[in-house]
């Protein structure tokens, strides 16, 4: 699939949360986005689960927008792991929605398995 590469940066309500939610209105972005709350569910390494959510970035000598998955990694800190390039998408919503549709594509059993973030 070929990709087109923006002339400009993206508006950044691509990318960027919207201005005031609450946490709670945060979290419904993303289990709305993930198809529902059970579908941010993140199996560690060790066994146990995380509720895992997207994050969406543009890069400062970029024209392109990066979903990265994230999650506690249960010792008090939060590992991430690169999910795609979600440039192609008009909303932060549908950002959203690709990045989790690409992570239930590598994860077809249920929870995502076995995560270690990227170096």
Known sequence: MSRRVRATKPDPAL???TKGLTSSERAAEQDLAAGGHE???IRRQDGTTALGSVALRCYSDSRRVYAY???SDGSGGTAERYIGDVSDN???FSALRDAWNRVHADNPQGPTVALS???
């Open 90 to 92: 008009a909303e932060r």
């Open 117 to 119: 973030p990227t170096t």
């Open 69 to 71: 998955l994230r999650w």
């Open 15 to 17: 990318y960027r949360p």
């Open 39 to 41: 579908a941010r569910l």
